[in-house]
């Protein structure tokens, strides 16, 4: 270590000197010697260490502490930093408190805080409290800045707020097979509840949906078209209620059309009619792929494979047949889901007019018409009649061949094998004029029913057949049965099923096989069922019932 002079122009003569031409940061020590016409005496005590620096005291006072939120338990606060940081960086704050009535002030924060804002928490729910912030720099603690007024310990209520950012997007566009994920941020007080929805459906079970104090997000995995549409989040507490919507797009192929309708049915023809799907699997439709089956029959046939209408003409049908139709839309993505008619058409014609349309009586308040069957049904069976009238020297009849004339107490009708009657009693003058026939026909089911109430008995080790004929209009499904289960072919059992007979065949018969079979034929016009109980007792020959 070496001693350097203070260089002086002038003798020091004073006890006080200011050194100048320091070099800032460098640290320094220094002693002093008094000097007499003797000569210079031995230095002084060596003083402190001494960095060559810019004055330095603690920091003033932070500015604005206000109190940002509260609960039961707990106080936010928030500050501004202190004007005047005492000449160094400022290295934190002190938070105290203390009960409104009381000043015991204690410190909050085991360590400095270098945010502006601090939460303090377990406090006691309804009490009052007072706070104040405190800079600290390396020279120390500077001046407190409090909270103007007390603070009690209350759920301060905000109605719910949804956070949304500048890269919120309300419309998600997805391929089908990938994932959907939905988040929203948001806050309230209370705690909000969050609600996910979807417009006009329900969510898929498929959804999974994770929620905290603030944020929800739901999530979608190998979305499908079914997925498609607008999802709604909703937050609600007791100050109010916020609701966002958002639009999923999943890229795949259409949802089924709308419901079929038809209409011109002939012999040979019909016209369809549906409406587009709701889920156009985010692609504009194409065109539409209409096929029909026949109700025998499981493999479907294409009649059109380009329809860009929503309707058409299916040709060439084989008169009384029953069909099935259904149609599929189609977009850049594929063909999708069909629409299928329920129930089956059966290509027939409209039925000839009634015959003899005569009024057998009158009375000063009713009247009775009666007619007769058509010649021809259309191919079906004739299931009503719909009636029309009109008013004398009027030209419109009533309910324009649209309403069938319904029961009442002043109104009746009775229809017997051929013969069709109809009672309008306490007639009145409007209910004059002519009276209109016209007839509406479906199909029916024909079934031989002789094997009702018959028992069989066979020995064990025979074959049982049960034979019977069937018919109907349309063709109907057909089955045999045992008890409440239907029959299914295997090893033992042969089952023959034609447009016109139901054969049933049981190979070496045992005990179990004795019970209750029954014959169900059914199609869109009805249902009818024969039954027979069998026992296997003995030797007995093969049944076949003819008919």
């Excluded at 409290?129 to 390396?138: D, I």
């Excluded at 069989?456 to 045992?482: C, H, Q, T």
């Excluded at 014959?519 to 003819?546: E, W």
Aim: hydrophobic letters at 35%; proline letters at 5%; charged letters at 25%.
């Amino acid at each position: 270590m070496r001693w350097v002079k203070v260089s002086s122009k002038r003798a020091i003569t004073e006890n006080r000197y200011r050194v100048t031409g320091l070099i800032e940061g460098n640290e320094y020590e220094f002693h002093v010697m008094a000097e007499n016409a003797a000569g210079v005496g031995p230095p002084s005590d060596v003083s402190k260490l001494i960095k060559c620096r810019e004055p330095v005291s603690p920091p003033s006072a932070p500015n604005v502490v206000k109190v940002t939120d509260t609960s039961k338990t707990s106080v936010s606060l928030e500050w501004t930093k202190p004007v005047f940081d005492g000449g160094m960086e400022i290295i934190g704050y002190i938070i105290e408190m203390c009960k409104a009535d009381l000043e015991a002030w204690q410190k909050v924060n085991a360590e400095t805080v270098i945010a502006t804002k601090y939460t303090v928490v377990d406090l006691e729910a309804g009490e009052h409290y007072k706070f104040r912030v405190s800079a600290v720099n390396g020279a120390g603690r500077g001046e407190s800045c409090e909270v103007p007024a007390s603070v009690q310990t209350v759920d301060r209520l905000s109605a719910p707020e949804i956070d949304i950012d500048a890269n919120f997007k309300q419309t998600h566009i997805v391929r089908a097979g990938a994932s959907i994920r939905l988040f929203i941020a948001f806050s309230g007080r209370p705690v909000p509840t969050a609600v996910w929805s979807k417009a006009d459906a329900n969510l898929s079970l498929r959804a999974d949906i994770q929620t905290t104090d603030s944020f929800s997000t739901l999530t979608v995995e190998e979305c499908n078209r079914n997925d498609a549409g607008k999802y709604v989040f909703t937050v609600e507490n007791n100050s109010g209620s916020k609701s966002i919507t958002f639009t999923v797009k999943v890229l795949d192929t259409p949802g089924p059309p709308g419901p079929i309708t038809f209409k011109d049915v002939t012999r040979t023809s019909i016209t369809l009619m549906w409406d587009a799907p709701v889920l156009d699997g985010g692609s504009r439709i194409h065109h539409y792929v209409v096929e029909k089956r026949e109700a025998s029959r499981r493999s479907w046939q294409v009649v059109s494979s380009k329809c860009t209408r929503q309707i058409f003409k299916v040709t060439d049908l084989a008169e009384g047949m029953p069909y099935y139709y259904r149609v599929s839309a189609e977009n850049e993505y594929g063909v999708g889901e069909p629409c299928e008619l329920t129930e089956p058409v059966v290509a027939t014609e409209e039925p000839a007019p009634p015959k003899r349309l005569d009024i057998v009586d009158t009375t000063k308040s009713s009247v009775v018409l009666a007619w007769l069957k058509p010649d021809h049904d259309g191919g079906s069976r004739i299931t009503g009649y719909l009636l029309e009238m009109r008013q004398k020297g009027s030209d419109s009849w009533t309910g324009a061949g649209q309403t069938k004339l319904k029961e009442t107490e002043r109104v009746t009708i009775k229809t017997t094998k051929d013969r069709t009657t109809l009672t309008v009693k306490d007639s009145m003058r409007g209910d004059s004029g002519k009276y209109y026939l016209t007839l509406e026909n479906t199909a029916g089911a024909e079934l031989d029913a002789r094997l009702q109430g018959e028992v069989l008995s066979i020995r064990a080790g025979s074959d049982l057949v049960l034979d019977a004929a069937v018919g109907g209009k349309p063709e109907p499904k057909v089955f045999w049965s045992k008890g409440d289960r239907e029959l299914e072919l295997c090893e033992k059992i042969s089952l023959q099923y034609t447009s016109k007979r139901a054969i049933a065949i049981i190979k070496f018969c045992d005990r179990s096989d004795s019970g209750k079979y029954t014959l169900t034929v059914k199609n869109a016009s009805g249902m009818k069922q024969i039954s027979v109980l069998v026992k296997v007792l003995g030797m007995y020959p093969v049944i076949s019932i003819n008919t």
